[in-house]
Structure formats: structure tokens, C-alpha cells
């Protein structure tokens, strides 16, 4: 209920109000009937009181067919608000610990007022069906006043079975609910299989594997395990409804069978026996089940979402404001300092850093070096403040990260992550969204693209900029892995136009063509005035471009100098150098040539 301020104080209204005309409806109906029959037996002035009574049918009518437009209305206020709500609760925690958590990303799943299977519901659907609820047990206990008026048994002879079956129903309905719930698992694992069959990218293998068939057994085993408990209970709660029958018709029937016998042929007597017929049937209507599917399904999600509020920090939701447009930044590049700094993953007993000191300086390209899980990618995580050190500190012109302003901090920094996100959108959005928060200026975007190179790329493109980057979408392409690298870079520059001063690169051209790698990384050295730059990259013959070169091993740094220092101390990074320049020799084309001019 408490869902329902964010449909809005006036749609409530209207819904409310509508909900009570057609919630009193039947009881209003019966008693209207009532005083007509009364009239009539009375050969007493009749057109008024038809007129008002066909005002009161047309008004039935009306209320009916606004309910659902009002309804829809309220809910989509409402899970509009909750989506809002939860985005920026999701975003709005400094780090990204927490959401790495599986019990925590199935929370934000349910939370997110869009259900995936047919027994979820939204908050909106939930709290429109709660206000229902209420409405329709008013207009219950205003059909009971009208019974008891003609017999004070009445009330319960009728309630009584009416709630009975209620009851009856709702528990047999949520025990199906819950049988779907259970089965989610294994229509998941069904799912996963058809769709490895079907589906193009996962269909590539399933082809050239051979294991279609072997797919849709397996698929059709899951699917199987799913829906057989429920053939079961939807069998047995079959079987079980000549029980409910007897229980709630027998009295029933008995009750009306006492009205009618009990009215003595005047028209007072039918007049009452109609009104009471009328809302002693109107009981059994109001009090129906399915709103039990409405509320019971919104209720995980409203759980989740209240959880997460607690669980998610730094998070203020309550507001509705529109997001804060970003501080532009610009001005000098940062020096940023790692001191002593320790980390170790949630959940993850290894030490992945230990003790690293590191400097990134203004105006100058850093390249990080190191074995595969040597901790690199782990040390732009610390950097973007997307996890905190579990020992030592990071300072931004020497005030500790943890103090600063972490949104104010992200906006000075241009990030291109290994496992980038390929957006399903327009490759014009794709750049744009490198900088989020101010306005998109195009002509950055278009300035960004030519400094990578992709404004070759779009223009070769169906619908140039507004073409978007997945086949699944109309009039999409994909893009191959080298193109979106381009893509990222793209981003990344147009972060860096917009204002961000540190560019933090992780393998940003490990998909790239060895042209395409040399012609981005002479672009990234003329920027260098303009922006500190860190590089992450296993091509060593890039990595030599660098003003400093620092080699990570043991969660510290071990080796730290020029290329040429470097090569000249002999030490693992020189080993690693000249291994790859051996194989690159050797006709290996995952580097440039040694030789090749710089
Ligand atoms: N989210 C995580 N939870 C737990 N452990 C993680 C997580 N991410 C990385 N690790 C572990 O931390 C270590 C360092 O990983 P990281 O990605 O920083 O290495 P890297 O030097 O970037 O490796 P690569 O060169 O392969 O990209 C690895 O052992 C990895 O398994």
C-alpha cells in the first residue's frame, strides 16, 4: 500500500473513487431494485425512479470501463518510479563490491519491476490489486448490511461459505505460484538448451558441434522435471472441486431456497427476496481469488527492493529529481598515488596486491605489465574507486580517495575496461555514453571518432550514426572484436574532449590489426599534454612507447624504468620482451616488429 504514494495523490483518487462505484455497485443495484419493485407493486410514480435507476446502471457502466485505463495508469506510475528508483540505487553505491554479490544481483532481478515469468507482478500491479482488494470488502460488508436488513442469519449463512472458498482458492492458486517458482531452475536449464540450439550466436557451435539433438533432449528432460509436479497439484486441486462445491453451495442454496420460500408473493416480499438474491450473489463475485496472484506476485518484489535499500550503501532514492548533470572538469591531469596498498577480493582469501607502491603522473603514459592474474586489471578497479583497498590508501593530489567526491572523481577519468560493454544501441550513443550526465555535444563525438579512426568505420555503416551495434536490432550489425575496439577508444576519447583528464586503458587493442594498434598508439602519445594516460597491454613492443614502464609480479612492483632501462637490467621484463619478439620473428603476428619505427 505504502507503494501507492508514488502513483500520485490525484490518479489514486480517481482510481479509488472509481474502484468504490463499482465495489458498491451490487449492493446499490440490489437495494435500487429493491425500492423499484416496492414502487411498482405500489402502482406508485415510476419514471423518476427508473431514470435514476438507469443513471445508476450507466454510472455501473462508466466506472467499469474507466477501471482499467485508471488502473494502468496508477501502475505504470508506480513502476516507473520504482525503476527510477532502483537504477539509481544500483548506481549510486561508490563501489561495485556489493553488486558483484549473486544473492545481491538476484535482488536487484526481483526488484526491478519487470517480471520475467507469468506469477511475478509488479508494485504497481500489486498495490493497484491491494487498493482493489480493500474496495471490493467494503462493498462486501455494505451486501452484508442489505442481508442482515431482511434476516440477521443471512450475513454469516452467506459470508461464511464466501470466504470459505475465497480462502480455498487463493491457497490452491499460491500453491501453483509457488510450484512455478520452484521450477524455475530447471525451466532456466530447460531455456538454456533450446536456446543453445536455436539461437545464432549459440547456434554457430551447436551446428558445427553436432549436439542439436543432444540439445533438445536435454531440454525437453528439464522441461519435463518442471512442469510434472505441477500436471500433479492442477490434477489433484481439479479433482478436490466437487468438495468446494458442496461445502460453499449447499448452504447457499439452502439460504436462497429460505428467501424465496419466505417471501410471501407481495411485493414487498419479492422486492426483498430480489434485493437479497442480488446481494448475496454480489458477495460470492466481489469476494473472487485472482487479485491473490496480483499481490502475492508483487510481494518478492517489494521485499527485494526494501533490502536492497538497506543493503546497498551511500543510496538517497527517495527524491525524484532528474540526475545531476556532471561537473565538467578539463584543467590539469591528476597525480595519483598508491601507498602500501593490499587488496583482497570479497569472498577470496589470495592476496591480489600486496603492498603496491605506484605513481601516476600528470603528462605522462604509464604502462602496467605483468603475467595473466598479476593483479592489473585489479589496480584500475582501486583506481576508479570501483573497490577499496583492504590495506594502504590512494591519494588524488594528495587528498585520500575515499574522501573525495567519487562521482566528482570518475568524471576526470576516461576508462577503456577489458571486458568492455558492446551496448545493443546506436554507435552515436555508444561514444556518448563515455560522458554521461552533460550534454552530448556532437561534434565531439564526430572529433572522438576521428581520432581512432572509426569515423571510416560509420561512415561505411547502413545508417551511418544511428545504425545500431546488434544484428537483434532492426536494421543492427555486429560489429567484428577490432571494430569495437575502435568503438571504446572512441569513447574513451570523447571523455577525454569532454573534459576527463586521465585516460586508464586495459588491453584497449588486443582485437586491433597491427596497423591499427601502431596508428591508435601514436594517437595516444600526442595527447599525453593534454591528459596523464595509463596503458595496460601484454604487446610489449607497444608497451615500449611508454615514458615509464612498470612490471607487476607478486602483487608489487618489481621492475620500473624506461625500455630501455628496462632491457638494459635484464630481468623478467626483458626476458618477456625478448620472448615476444622472438616469436614475432618467427612469423607470430601478435605484436609489432621489433624494428618497426616508433
Ligand atoms: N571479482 C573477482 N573476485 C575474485 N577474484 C578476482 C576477481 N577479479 C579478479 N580476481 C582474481 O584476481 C587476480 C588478479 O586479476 P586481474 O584481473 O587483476 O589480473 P590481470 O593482471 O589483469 O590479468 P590478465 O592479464 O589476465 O588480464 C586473479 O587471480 C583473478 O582470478
Known sequence: MRTLRDGGVAPVAVLLGIQLVSGLMPATTALAV????????????????????????????????????????????????????????????????????????????????????????????????????LVRWAGVAVSAVVLTSFAWWLAPFVLVPAVAIRSIWRRQFLEHIQLERDGMVTGIEAEHWKRTAIEWTDGKESRTFGFGSWAVDRSRHHALDMLRPRWLAGTRSVLEQWKIAAVVGVPLVIAFALVVWRADGTGGGVASAAAVLGSGWSILNLLGFTDALDIEGAVPGVRAF????????????????????????????????????????????????????????????????????????????LLTGLYQPTEGRITVDGIHLADTDIDSWRRRISVVFQDFVQYHLPVFDNIALGYGGVPVTSSLVHAAARDTGLDVIVAGLPDGWHTPLARTRPGGVDLSGGQWQKVVLTRAMYALRQGARLLVLDEPTAHLDVRAEFEVFHGLAALKDRAGMVLISHRLSTVRLADRIVLLDGGRIVESGTHAQLMSAEGLYADLFTTQAERFNQGFNDQLDEEEPV
Open 34 to 133: 429493491k425500492f423499484l419493485v416496492e414502487r411498482l407493486a405500489a402502482r406508485g410514480e415510476t419514471t423518476l425512479p427508473l431514470l435514476a435507476f438507469g443513471a445508476l446502471i450507466l454510472l455501473g457502466r462508466l466506472a467499469q470501463t474507466a477501471l482499467g485505463p485508471a488502473a494502468y495508469l496508477v501502475t505504470q506510475r508506480i513502476d516507473g518510479a520504482r525503476r527510477r528508483q532502483l537504477i539509481r540505487l544500483v548506481t549510486a553505491g561508490a563501489t561495485a563490491d556489493v553488486l558483484e554479490r549473486p544473492a545481491t544481483r538476484e535482488l536487484v532481478r526481483v526488484a526491478r519491476a519487470d517480471p520475467e515469468f507469468w506469477a511475478e507482478r509488479t508494485p504497481g500491479e500489486g498495490a493497484t490489486a491491494q487498493l482493489d482488494l
Open 306 to 381: 526494501a533490502r536492497l535499500m538497506a543493503e546497498l550503501p551511500g543510496a538517497d532514492v527517495g527524491t525524484d529529481e532528474l540526475l545531476k548533470s556532471g561537473d565538467k572538469h578539463g584543467g590539469r591531469a591528476p597525480l595519483v598515488r598508491f601507498e602500501g596498498v593490499s587488496f583482497t577480493y570479497p569472498g577470496n582469501g589470495q592476496k591480489v596486491l600486496d603492498g603496491l607502491d605506484l605513481e601516476v603522473r600528470p603528462g605522462e603514459l604509464l604502462a602496467i605489465v605483468g603475467l595473466n592474474g598479476a593483479g592489473k586489471t585489479t589496480i584500475i578497479k
